[in-house]
């Protein structure tokens, strides 16, 4: 469905005054998370250059993982 421009002129004169900051907030919030440039999720994974990392990491993730996060008692 395409929304034409007269059609938002239509909707935002039906609303009320009180409504109006909100609703032009709103439209900025949108028009700011379309202009941003969003990089890919989980950008950082494979980035980790330290020494204290084994160099095997990704071949025994599972064996390095057992006890994370897990609390001695």
């Known amino acids: 469905m395409t929304v034409s421009r007269s059609e938002l002129h239509d909707l935002v004169?039906?609303?009320p005054?009180?409504?109006l900051a909100r609703a032009a907030?709103?439209?900025r919030r949108h028009l700011t998370a379309v202009d941003s440039p969003v990089s890919p999720p989980f950008s950082w994974i494979g980035t980790v250059d330290n020494p204290d990392v084994p160099e095997d990491l990704t071949?025994?993730?599972?064996?390095?993982m057992t006890?994370?996060?897990?609390h001695p008692r």
Request: charged share 45%; glycine share 10%.
């Open 13 to 15: 004169d039906e609303l």
């Open 67 to 70: 006890d994370f996060g897990r």
């Open 25 to 27: 907030a709103d439209l």
């Open 59 to 64: 071949e025994n993730l599972d064996a390095y």
């Open 17 to 19: 005054d009180g409504e």
